[in-house]
């Protein structure tokens, strides 16, 4: 057997070196081990951040539901079978996903469009946030009418006290004129539902009646307009339709309003400031309203009488108009021109995706009618304000 060797030989040094070694590359690879670990976490919660902010919406929840119903074999490390099955699912029963899904359209013969020569010269056709401006002209209906011929849409109007006379015609003539082909449900908001005229509809369209309270003055019955839209909005129609357009009853329909107008959101130019500079509008000017917008600012100035867009965009508009409004009432404020300020306020901050020319809302007893004006869609009616207002 081998003696020990004594201290400060060359075998003892070289043990004590390896063990200093040793104990070296131990040390690095635990701070590597700790270096590794901390800089893991960091760089994780910038992920985790996103998800749990994406997850905090009801949109995310319904589809973060939708995956975790998935069976575990389709979730993979990367997602993509969970995602793909997951089209697949919504694309056969309906939901978010369809929402947003490019129509297919089916073979149709129609004129090319000239890059170098458009259709519309005389007027402005896109705003500067890239929506449409709508003119005869600028579309092709038969392409939108396939691709919106799965849609149906929501009418909403006001018949309050007198104005419940007004309805006969405006329904007769939009049976005539507005979506034509195209599936529609009118809801008539009235105090008198027994007044509501039986008008004979072509298939695919409905009418439907809903009561509601009476107001003393016709500024409380256009305020109140947005709260109920709202309530219904959220109670019925996310459920029973596409899009909502929401119209004033003392009108008539001229000639064709379709599938041109449906956007997520759109808004028409009132027929007396389309060609205003905007310290002209009659915003509210107060600054103690919500509904207050200074002088340089301002895009258009819209009309309160044509407004829609998507049901839960319709949705947020009229619930953020009736919030501003009930805290201008609480204030003793009452905006300059009532649901139309808020409604201008509104699509200020948040632009419409699509915006309507003159031609879809027009008086021709107030207005000369300019040759830019093609045609005109949707028109006053004579009536004695006198005589209807608050009776």
Request: glycine residues 6%.
């Amino acid at each position: 057997m081998a003696e020990p060797s004594p201290a400060g030989t060359p075998s003892t040094v070289n043990q004590e070196i390896q063990g200093k070694s040793t104990k070296s590359w131990l040390g690095l690879i635990l701070l590597f081990a700790i270096l590794l670990g901390f800089y893991s976490n960091v760089f994780s919660l910038i992920p985790r951040r996103q998800t749990e902010e994406s997850q905090s919406s009801p949109e995310a929840h319904h589809l973060q539901g939708q995956r975790e119903s998935l069976p575990l074999s389709s979730q993979d490390e990367n997602g993509v079978v969970g995602q793909r099955m997951l089209l697949e699912e919504s694309s056969e029963g309906g939901g978010h996903w369809n929402t947003c899904r490019i129509p297919e359209v089916p073979r149709l013969l129609y004129p090319k469009a000239q890059l170098l020569k458009p259709s519309r010269v005389d007027v402005l056709v896109m705003t500067p946030w890239f929506a449409p401006i709508i003119w005869d002209g600028t579309f092709d209906s038969a392409i939108l009418d396939a691709q919106f011929r799965n849609t149906t849409i929501g009418l909403t109007v006001f018949a309050i006290k007198k104005y419940v006379v007004f309805l006969r015609l405006f329904l007769e003539t939009a049976e005539q004129y507005f979506m034509a082909g195209h599936k529609v449900t009118y809801y008539i908001f009235t105090d008198r539902p027994a007044d509501v005229p039986r008008i004979a509809l072509q298939a695919g369209r409905r009418l439907v009646v809903l009561q509601v309270g009476s107001y003393r003055r016709w500024q409380d019955v256009s305020m109140h307009r947005m709260e109920m839209i709202s309530n219904f909005s959220r109670q019925r129609f996310l459920r029973e339709v596409d899009y909502l357009v929401c119209l004033d009853v003392a009108m008539k329909f001229s000639d064709h309003v379709g599938v041109e107008i449906l956007a997520p959101l759109f808004g028409t130019l009132h027929p007396g400031f389309y060609a205003a500079d905007r310290q002209s509008f009659t915003y509210e000017r107060r600054p103690s309203s919500r509904a207050y917008i200074p002088r340089d600012e301002g895009d258009f100035y819209y009309a309160g009488g044509f407004f829609g867009g998507s049901v839960p965009e319709v949705y947020r508009l009229t619930t953020a108009c009736h919030q501003a409004m009930t805290a201008d009432r609480a204030r003793g404020i009452e905006a300059v021109w009532h649901d139309e300020s808020h409604l201008n306020r509104y699509l200020l901050s948040h632009k419409p995706s699509k915006v309507l020319s003159p031609e879809y809302l027009w008086d021709e007893r107030m207005l000369r009618r300019p040759p830019l004006l093609r045609r005109l869609r949707y028109v006053a009616v004579p009536k004695n304000h006198a005589e209807i207002r608050n009776r």
